[in-house]
């Protein structure tokens, strides 16, 4: 990564995200904990200083010395030092696409959540996102000078519990909770006390690190989070490495502007470097382009990103999203570092394919193959609803954007109900998924879709009305009198008392048609429709005849249709296996 692994103390860079409630105090936490603030930290952006909220993923960061975990197997220190880089994620909720963009980055979450309210609607939805992506999580009880002294320590006793409660159903049982006033006296106060309890979460996260697993191979990504231009040099994009890596003179493609720059130099922290791998967070200087034409956005090898006007997904309903996943509704869907509009149509196994439910749920990124057929789904099935027990069935969605996305292959993607009401207390999150399969051609539903065979069974019922001979009857009541009949002709029926035949074509004006019993009919079959008649004309037990009785009461012979169509297919053929 620098130029040889002696001739400068190493540094290891780690990720922390900070997220929580919007006013938990995220921010002035970040600053207390900061020595070194990055070009995008702290509330940079003019409407956020206004309102005192952070509305971009801002980053700072600070160094300490290696703690001695971090030594690798042969006792060798890796590196001197650790740079903590804190991403102060935006805390409300139309900036949720803000937050799953950090999150990929992210090695440790610090969930700050305020002593005095407790556990609010988008402290749950952070929670839900670092499940989603992050491993690690630490929680931060802030604003304790805001409770009374002589009843500080049951307070934050009392509130320890009830997050280790909320905790309990999520990989972060058991996770470390500490008390913390970031900014004594609230943000307006001035800069007089001192943060209480921030050297002691100092410690707490040093114990928390591990050596992330970092890349350097594969194509580069890299999420741009700022950008500027120095006069004379270029223009600068400061950001964080997602994937791969980079070097001085190394050609990196902006696939927003469609274009390829050379990179002129790049530094980590203010200090030069020559190149910088994934989980580094990085300045990169290009030679000269317009800076507010890319504010935010990803920067990559060339040609690595794909721009995509549908994809297929995998899909799980997030527990804690109560309303139902509708085909042919429309969700934001966060995919890579972009949130746009897509309607969705649901998936799954045809019944007779469905393995045994596994008492552990499938990998989402199980690769996904065109070469089977798949069972067209009104709504997401989910076990919950049904009250069993065990992980949802294994299904996927047909995601149709309402304009193209650039994403990189495999990627995290998560479907939110952005419009609900932010105040509603409810979770706005609704299903998560990885990105298996992208529709690059504009005309995908003429070229593509065709190829996915996911279809509807239809089943249809009618009657006999009469025979005809021992090898044909006559049907009714199974379609309209408008339907063209010859659509229909070779399908198979059967009959409700077990023998099967064939449409052969219509008999009449009516909707009415015939049907070929291979086999005959067998004599009781025979026996039933000509006695149905007979008991209309004899007006049955006990009562005077009457030649009015319709002659449907008694007709006791059904007729059922049995096809299925693939919703893709442009012919609408009718398949009967």
């Known amino acids: 990564m620098t130029e040889s692994p002696d001739s400068r103390a190493k540094t290891l860079n780690f990720n922390v995200g900070v997220l929580g409630h919007v006013d938990s105090g995220k921010t002035s936490l970040a600053r207390a904990l900061s020595s070194t603030a990055s070009t995008a930290a702290f509330d940079k952006n003019p409407q956020s200083r206004e309102r005192g909220i952070t509305l971009d993923l801002g980053f700072s960061s600070f160094t300490v010395d290696c703690p001695d975990h971090l030594r690798d197997n042969k006792g060798q220190q890796q590196y001197d030092s650790l740079q903590f880089t804190l991403v102060d994620c935006p805390g409300h909720a139309s900036l949720i696409r803000t937050i799953i963009g950090g999150a990929q980055i992210i090695d440790l979450m610090m969930l700050v959540v305020d002593v005095v309210k407790g556990v609010q609607t988008q ?86 690190t591990y050596l992330p697993k970092r890349d350097a191979k594969g194509d580069l990504l890299m999420a741009v989070d700022h950008c500027f231009s120095i006069r004379g040099q270029g223009t600068v994009m400061t950001g964080t490495i997602l994937q791969g890596s980079l070097a001085i003179n190394d050609t990196v493609e902006i696939p927003v502007l469609k274009v390829t720059k050379k990179i002129k130099s790049v530094q980590m922290f203010r200090k030069p470097v020559s190149g910088a791998m994934q989980g580094d967070r990085v300045g990169v200087c290009v030679t000269q382009f317009d800076p507010k034409l890319l504010e935010r956005g990803l920067v990559c090898t060339p040609g690595s990103l794909r721009t995509l006007y549908a994809a297929i997904i995998s899909t799980r309903k997030i527990g804690y999203f109560k309303g139902s996943l509708s085909t042919r509704a429309k969700f934001h869907i966060t995919v890579g570092h972009e949130t746009v509009m897509a309607k969705v149509t649901f998936f799954g196994l045809p019944p007779a394919d469905t393995e045994p439910t596994p008492s552990e749920p499938s990998s989402l990124e199980t690769p996904f193959t065109f070469d089977r057929e798949y069972s067209y789904q009104d709504e997401y099935v989910s076990r919950q609803k049904e009250a069993a027990s065990g992980p949802d069935p294994e299904q996927w969605a047909l995601l149709e954007f309402e304009r193209p996305v650039t994403c990189p292959a495999l990627c995290l993607v998560i479907g939110s109900k952005l419009d609900t009401d932010i105040h509603a207390n409810a979770c706005r999150l609704a299903f998560q998924g990885c990105l298996l399969h992208g529709f690059e051609d504009k005309s995908y539903a003429e070229t593509s879709l065709p190829q996915l065979r996911i279809f509807k069974t239809k089943h249809k019922e009618g009657q006999v009305e009469r025979v005809t001979d021992d090898y044909s009857v006559i049907g009714r009541s199974l379609f309209k009198k408008e339907t063209n009949l010859q659509l229909f002709v070779g399908l198979k029926v059967s009959l409700s008392t077990g023998e099967s035949g064939v449409i052969e074509g219509g008999f009449g004006q009516s909707g009415k048609f015939k049907i070929r019993i291979q086999e005959g009919l067998r004599p009781e079959t025979k026996q039933l429709l000509s006695s149905s008649k007979k008991k209309g004309k004899s007006g049955g037990k006990g009562g005077p005849s009457s030649e009015e009785e319709p002659k449907t009461e008694s007709q006791p012979v059904s007729i059922h249709l049995h096809f299925k169509r693939y919703v893709f297919d442009p012919h609408k053929k009718m398949v009967q296996s």
């Open 123 to 208: 402290t749950a939805e952070c929670l839900l996102i670092g499940e989603l992506t992050c491993p690690r999580m630490v929680v931060v009880l802030n604003k304790i000078d805001l409770l009374p002294p002589n009843k500080r320590q049951s307070a934050i006793e009392k509130m320890t519990k009830r997050l280790h409660k909320t905790l309990e159903s999520t990989r972060f049982k058991e996770c470390p909770v500490i008390a913390v006033a970031a900014k004594p006296g609230g943000p307006e106060a001035p800069e007089l006390e001192e943060p209480q309890g921030v050297p002691e979460l100092i410690e707490l996260l040093k114990k928390q």
